[in-house]
């Protein structure tokens, strides 16, 4: 799936936004898996530059069997600060937009449709 780096900067611009207005993010290939096997994904972001690609290379898949929106992002370094963590973070999941939700599903309409 090809995203425009516009789409890509806005990403991570949105998720930042719901860090800040306190929704619910988690981080990383494991806390991903569990949220969208448990049905609570809204998105999973997944960084292009993960090393081997196998870390993340179920994600896809998985998202898609549970109709979870997906986007991908440049770089693991902006993805873990978007995400508000100190670390950078392989993918990301948001859970609940919190109050940034209105910003949340103008992305989401921006993204590919879930099939």
Do not use: C, W
Not at 63 to 76: H, I, P, R
Not at 90 to 108: I, R, W, Y
């Amino acid at each position: 799936m090809k995203l425009s780096d516009e789409v890509k900067a806005e990403v991570l611009t949105v998720l930042n936004e719901v860090v800040a207005a306190g929704g619910k993010v988690r981080a990383g290939v494991n806390e991903v898996t569990k949220a969208v096997q448990k049905g609570v994904a809204k998105l999973v972001v997944i960084a292009e530059d993960v090393n081997p690609p196998e870390l993340v290379s179920h994600l896809p898949k998985l998202a898609k069997e549970k109709g979870v929106s997906l986007a991908y992002v440049s770089s693991k370094d902006a993805l873990g600060k978007a995400a508000g963590k100190r670390v950078s973070a392989s993918s990301v999941v948001v859970v609940d937009p919190g109050n940034a939700k209105a910003k949340f599903e103008q992305l989401l309409s921006k993204l590919p449709k879930v099939e």
